[in-house]
């Protein structure tokens, strides 16, 4: 490395940012997914999984039902343009929510879609 090559540090992550991270890796929440969502590696956040995994929130009893919520996906013929908005219909009961999303903000809307499905 010659003296006009820039030095490449490691970043460091608070423990409250890998903990917040962790905590939202549950199961059936792809680890991938999150990591990426957060700009670090899929291998570092497993390794933060296995640091902090006594804090981890105890998982629901077998017994204990688990609340599914149906959700119908029609897919399109072609993938839509990123200009174009997100559209989905939730159905359950009696009620049904229509949402509407800018689609060049469909990492956001995953994001968000899938805290509020918890």
């Known amino acids: 490395m010659s003296s006009s ?7 460091q992550h608070a423990p409250e940012f890998k903990r917040s991270l962790v905590a939202l890796c549950r199961p ?11 700009g670090v590696n ?15 929130p105890a998982a629901p009893a077998a017994s204990q039902p688990s609340k ?18 997100i559209e989905i219909s ?4 009696s009620a049904r929510i229509n949402i509407r999303w800018p689609g060049n ?9 899938g805290a509020w499905l918890k």
């Not at 059936?28 to 957060?38: D, F, M, P, T, Y």
């Not at 149906?70 to 174009?84: I, N, T, Y």
């Not at 903000?105 to 879609?113: I, N």
């Open 28 to 38: 059936g929440v792809s680890i991938s997914a999150v990591a990426l969502a957060h």
């Open 90 to 93: 939730i159905e359950k009961n």
């Open 5 to 11: 090559d820039p030095i490449r540090r490691r970043r």
């Open 68 to 85: 599914l919520v149906a959700v119908q996906v029609d897919l399109p013929a072609s993938v839509p343009a990123r200009d174009e908005a």
């Open 42 to 56: 899929a291998n570092l956040l497993r390794r933060w999984i296995n640091q902090y995994r006594n804090e981890l």
């Open 105 to 113: 903000q469909a990492q956001a809307f995953g994001l968000w879609l």
